[in-house]
């Protein structure tokens, strides 16, 4: 075989292996149609089948798959013999037989296997199901393992999403953590919500108001004045002065004093 199949096939492999976790050895499960094509050809199938995979493979066949080979007739007589020399899986159907395909398809559900068929409408059925690898005879000679379909790369893809994503119980989880460590409040309908954090003042209203400046005599500027008083009935009380009153001997005194100071000079 050449370099670039090894190399498709070691692809092909890395991407079952890697996304639906098939392991070494590998379990190729093989129908009569894949068995009776190899017998006409004289392929020695478990030679092939490592040869191929450059790994460990083992080659599997169940009873279902056994009895309808034998009920075929005598032209699949060589065919049946060939089959018995595999190792015979227990597939549950022993005491009612199915047909090879419906054997097959309840085999894939719980287990990793390639199946190695030759059944078009069996090859069709794993195409459209993820994760079962198909392995045929191309041309009735060429050992070929398919491509993956679109159908296993988009499950491919969602299988590692959910990896990657968190769960919902995991999620749940987390937000009681929080809860419990007070990182969040708890929401009366339901949901946790979100702790508020406390802001700082505004630094504009921490500043200290401005001092206004005293008027300075001689420019006009007015100073501060005490509100007016306000008595009953709203009416505005202006105040009053206190007059000094001197005595009268006083007042003729400075009386005179001020016009004999007028004579004087």
């Given at each position: 075989m050449k370099i670039t199949k090894h190399k498709k096939t070691r692809?092909?492999?890395s991407f079952y292996i890697n996304n639906f976790g098939f392991r070494e050895p590998?379990?190729?499960?093989?129908?009569?149609?894949?068995?009776?094509?190899?017998?006409?050809i004289r392929l020695q199938i478990e030679e092939q089948l490592k040869k191929y995979f450059q790994c460990e493979v083992k080659p599997i066949v169940t009873a279902c798959i056994i009895t309808e080979t034998d009920n075929l007739g005598p032209g699949f007589t060589g065919t049946s013999q060939l089959l018995k020399k595999f190792l015979v899986h227990r597939c549950g159907h022993e005491k009612r037989p199915l047909d090879g395909s419906s054997c097959i398809k309840s085999m894939t559900k719980s287990c990793h296997y390639i199946v190695a068929t030759q059944d078009r409408a069996l090859q069709e059925w794993v195409r459209e199901h993820p994760g079962i690898p198909l392995f045929y005879l191309h041309n009735a000679s060429v050992p070929t393992l398919v491509q993956p379909s679109e159908a296993h790369r988009q499950a491919a893809a969602e299988g590692q999403k959910s990896r990657v994503g968190i769960r919902e119980l995991d999620q749940q989880t987390i937000q009681k953590l929080k809860v419990k460590e007070g990182l969040v409040t708890p929401d009366p309908n339901?949901?946790?919500?979100k702790k508020r954090k406390v802001k700082n003042p505004n630094p504009l209203s921490c500043k200290k108001p401005k001092k206004t400046k005293k008027g300075v005599e001689g420019k006009g500027t007015p100073s501060e004045s005490k509100p007016p008083t306000v008595g009953e009935g709203g009416v505005v009380k202006k105040k009053s002065r206190k007059r000094i009153k001197l005595p009268k001997h006083v007042i003729e005194h400075l009386k005179a004093g001020n016009g004999g100071g007028a004579g004087a000079s």
């Open positions: 692809k092909y492999m590998l379990l190729v499960l093989i129908d009569g149609s894949f068995c009776h094509a190899a017998y006409k339901g949901g946790p919500k």
